[in-house]
């Protein structure tokens, strides 16, 4: 079966740095996905990883790690606005998304 | 209009009772799809349509039926909703089919009694 695995909650300091990590067994991999989704709004796409390494995209980075079916989502500076879902998704063999029920981030000051 | 909008926002329905979400795109992006977002669950795809006039099946397709007869409308019609049906529908797109981001309607709430 698919299978997309992240933590259910994770609470951090304004300033501080955190990692979300998600590991993934699926039917093909075309793709791994962060998107974002505060309470109450749509998801929108955060990264895009493909290759193995690391891509940055301002306070945001995404890693991933193929042979591993590993990725991690890095939040540095965290600011309040953070407090959201941040939800993993592969793009399998027949190119369609792959869901994580998402990680609830909960910065405190 | 910009991006994607869905309609209703939300509704209360009552099971047995018919219901079309409408979701409509400005963007001009040939796919289109429809999750539903549950509790402790990720993101469902339950049909999707890579262009116009084409449509699939996704994971969770029992009790749904979509149609595509244009590139920017793809209403999603539950023919007899159960209680099970109740969850957070969202509607996105993308520029085609596979292509790197989706991008999401903000979503109906329904509520099946």
């Known amino acids: 079966g698919q299978n997309i695995d992240q933590p259910t909650e994770m609470t951090a300091t304004e300033g501080a740095i955190v990692q979300i990590n998600c590991t993934y067994q699926?039917?093909?991999?075309?793709?791994l996905f962060w998107y974002q989704q505060h309470a109450g709004e749509a998801p929108t796409f955060l990264s895009y990883?493909?290759l193995d390494g690391l891509e940055e995209k301002g306070r945001f980075s995404s890693f991933l790690s193929r042979s591993k079916g590993y990725s991690y989502l890095l939040l540095k500076e965290l600011q309040m606005k953070d407090s959201a879902s941040y939800l993993c998704?592969?793009?399998?063999?027949?190119?369609?998304?792959?869901w994580g029920a998402g990680t609830k981030l909960i910065i405190k000051p | 209009i910009a991006g994607i909008t869905q309609a209703p926002t939300s509704q209360i329905l009552a099971a047995g009772r018919r219901m079309t979400l409408r979701c409509t795109q400005d963007?001009?992006?040939?796919?289109m799809y429809w999750y539903r977002q549950d509790l402790g669950l990720g993101l469902r795809l339950i049909h999707y349509?890579?262009?116009?006039?084409?449509?699939g099946k996704g994971e969770v397709p029992d009790g749904y039926s979509v149609s595509r007869a244009n590139t920017d409308d793809f209403p999603l019609t539950l023919a007899s909703a159960v209680p099970s049906q109740t969850s957070v529908y969202f509607c996105?797109?993308?520029?085609?089919?596979?292509?790197?981001?989706?991008?999401f309607g903000p979503g109906t709430r329904l509520t099946v009694l």
């Open positions: 699926t039917s093909g991999f075309n793709g």
């Open positions: 990883n493909v």
């Open positions: 349509s890579n262009t116009a006039g084409t449509t």
């Open positions: 996105a797109s993308s520029a085609l089919a596979g292509a790197d981001e989706q991008f």
């Open positions: 998704a592969v793009r399998d063999s027949n190119y369609q998304l792959i």
């Open positions: 963007m001009r992006h040939n796919a």
